[in-house]
């Protein structure tokens, strides 16, 4: 809850302008791809994932070939991997991700997170009004 300042009424505080007002909604970035976390289920052992992963390496390899991952990593803490998929949105990244047989046999977790241009560096292009 705020508290009124008593030293500034609403008659000495400064009228809001009309363009503070009206300020433009800030752009929001386009999804030029999708970081993908890959993490073993809780419960799944490694024997399980050695299993399925020759199956799943080719799979992998084929979405890289294609285009679709452009950047995979290991975790450095051993606990998964990492891919970067050149995806236009998070449901065109699941799509590519649940084709993978390890993700076909329900035993990794997923979490997608959308990437785009960062987009406060547009400040930097933004004209400074002249000093007067």
Known sequence: METANPAVSSETRPAATGA?????????????GVLVLLTAKPGVTREQIMKVMP?????????????????WYSRGDGKGVVF????KDVAEARAAIDALP???ENLMDHEFIPLGPLMPLGALLAVASPQK
């Not at 799943?56 to 991952?69: D, K, M, N, P, Q």
């Open 20 to 32: 503070a007002q009206q300020q433009a909604p800030r752009p929001e970035p386009r999804t030029t």
């Open 55 to 71: 199956a799943e390496i080719r799979a992998t390899v084929r979405l890289y070939l294609e285009g679709a991952i452009r950047e």
């Open 84 to 87: 970067i998929l050149d995806s």
């Open 102 to 104: 390890l993700s076909g």
